[in-house]
């Protein structure tokens, strides 16, 4: 199994860089729709567009796209078989971070949608920021193997 598997790893490592990309686009969006939610009036009609992009944007894009990045990843990992490496174990500490910040985001969307969100347009703008320097991180780790 494990060689039928070593020689689609191209097209394994292409379709997780893709869904990486998918995943990061929509990390980097939600929190942005949130800031211009904030300031919108509950109820009305932005805000009732906002719900719908916000839902959209988690469950047809953000969330798939996690999931192809985990089962592609799962799939490199274990063709690869080097786990030995420290940048690995980096890696994979970031990427459960960026999963946590993922669920965040997903219960923020959901405080949206029930007109219960407390937090502010200056805290989900410092949160817009929070995935795009994990992504750096991994991306470095990914890159350089520094350890």
């Known amino acids: ?8 790893y191209l097209i394994f490592l292409t379709i997780h860089i893709l869904a990486v990309i998918s995943w990061m686009a929509g990390m980097l969006y939600l ?13 009305s ?22 999931i192809v990045t985990f089962l592609t990843g799962s799939l490199l990992l274990y063709i690869w078989e080097d786990w030995s490496q420290g940048w690995i174990h980096a890696k994979i500490f970031f990427v459960l971070v960026m ?18 969100n407390v937090k502010s347009e200056r805290f989900y703008r410092i949160l817009n920021e929070v995935p795009a320097v994990l992504m750096v991180i991994i991306v470095i780790l990914v890159v350089n193997k520094p350890f």
């Open 1 to 8: 199994m494990r060689d039928l598997l070593v020689e689609y």
């Open 31 to 43: 929190p942005r729709l949130f800031v211009y939610h904030t300031t919108v009036k509950p109820e």
């Open 45 to 66: 009609q932005t805000s009732k567009l906002f719900k719908v992009m916000e839902k959209r944007l988690l469950r047809i894009i953000i969330n798939p796209a996690m």
């Open 99 to 116: 999963s946590g910040v993922h669920g965040m985001l997903a219960k923020y969307r959901k405080d949206f949608e029930q007109d219960r």
